[in-house]
């Protein structure tokens, strides 16, 4: 956690165990089929999107994804150690699973949009096992001396990283590639009632 407030980023070798992985994953291939389906918008936005990135996303809802209870009960515990230790409000979250097929990429961006900007910290884990060093899906990271790190994307590990500050992008991967990623929010209480 102290990684994470100095260097605006950390890397968790093994942050879920074996069950859960393997929970998380069949979860995952069960829902493959309707990837993407949900989020489809108009035509043009369509377009747009694939010049940027090429993954297909899945949107998780805690009421109906029960299956995944032991990450919704984890990832309450995150929360609440990071609001303990590094002074954050988080509230609320919003999680997908993403798969990036062969080819896929996503170009360098920050993950805080114009207009809304309560995504205070990345959360992203990994779902890929045995992954080569040739199979790219790396996660680019702009660190704070503006130098470029590499992270594989290899099955339980978990980056978490400010929303706001950290520019980063997936290289094209070679194979596919699979995650869990999700946003901590930090929603004022003062808005709570009209955002429901
Ligand atoms: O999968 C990753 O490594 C990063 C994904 C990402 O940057 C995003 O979904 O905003
Ligand atoms: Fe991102």
Redesign the pocket.
């Known amino acids: 956690m102290d990684e994470l407030a100095e260097q605006n980023y950390v890397v968790i070798d093994d942050f879920i165990d074996n069950n859960l992985y393997k929970e998380i994953k069949n979860f995952l291939f069960d829902k493959i089929d309707v990837f993407d389906q949900a989020g489809i918008g108009a035509l043009n936005q369509n377009t747009i999107k694939k010049t940027i990135?090429g993954?297909k996303?899945y949107w998780l809802n805690k009421e109906r994804d029960q299956e995944l209870h032991v990450f919704w009960d984890l990832l309450a515990e995150t929360k609440s150690t990071l609001n303990r230790y590094c002074y954050l409000s988080l509230s609320g979250d919003e999680f997908?699973l993403?798969h990036?097929p062969s080819g896929g990429y996503?170009a360098r961006?920050l993950?805080q949009f114009d207009g809304r900007n309560n995504r205070m910290i990345?959360m992203?884990i990994?779902l890929n096992e045995n992954w080569e060093p040739g199979d790219g899906?790396?996660?680019e990271i702009l660190d704070k001396n503006r130098e470029l790190q590499l992270?594989d994307?290899i099955a339980k590990r978990c980056?978490l990283f400010k929303s706001d500050k950290v520019p980063?992008?997936?290289l094209k991967s070679f194979k596919d590639?699979y995650?869990l990623?999700g946003w901590l929010l930090y929603q004022p209480t003062n808005l709570a009632p009209i955002l429901g």
């Open positions: 990135r993954d996303t997908h993403a990036y996503y961006h993950d990345s992203i990994y899906g790396q996660l992270v994307p980056v980063h992008a997936v590639r995650s990623t």
